[in-house]
C-alpha cells in the first residue's frame, strides 16, 4: 500500500488549499484514511478521518472548532482522500500527512489516533505566511 500526498503549497492568510491523498495498492472495499499534521517542534495531530464501507461512509474531525469550521475531508475518487482548507491561519502551518489502516484492521470508528494507522504517506508541506 502506497500512499501518496499532493497540493501543499505557500499562501497568505486566509487563502485555501486542497490536498489530495492518493492510495495505491489497497484492495479492500472499506478503508479508513486520516490526515494528520506536525507543525515545526510539535507533535504530530490529528486533524481528520474518513471512513467507507459496508456501514456506510463517515467522517471525522479532530475535537477543535477551527479544524471542524474551515477544514472538509472528502472522497473524489475510489482511491483519493481530500482535504479541502479554506481560510488558513499561519498555525496552519505544518507537514500534512495522509494515512489508512490495514485493511483487516479497518473500523467504522475511524479513531483519530496515529496508533490505529498503518500507512503514511511522506507529506505535503503547507506554509501560511
Known amino acids: 500500500v502506497q500512499l501518496v500526498e499532493s497540493g501543499g503549497g505557500s499562501v497568505q492568510p486566509g487563502g485555501s488549499l486542497r490536498l489530495s491523498c492518493e492510495i495505491s495498492g489497497y484492495t479492500d472495499s472499506s478503508s479508513c484514511v486520516g490526515w494528520f499534521r506536525q507543525a515545526p517542534g510539535k507533535e504530530r495531530e490529528a486533524v481528520a478521518s474518513?471512513?467507507?464501507?459496508?456501514?456506510?461512509?463517515?467522517?471525522?474531525y479532530a475535537d477543535s472548532e477551527s479544524v471542524k469550521d474551515r477544514f472538509t475531508i472528502s472522497r473524489d475518487s475510489a482511491n483519493t482522500i481530500s482535504l479541502q482548507m479554506i481560510d488558513l491561519k499561519p498555525e496552519d502551518t505544518a507537514m500534512y500527512y495522509c494515512a489508512a489502516q490495514a485493511p483487516w484492521l479497518v473500523s467504522p470508528l475511524c479513531r483519530l489516533a496515529e496508533i490505529e494507522f498503518n500507512y503514511w504517506g511522506q507529506g505535503t508541506q503547507v506554509t501560511v505566511s
Open positions: 474518513y471512513y467507507n464501507g459496508h456501514q456506510g461512509t463517515f467522517t471525522y
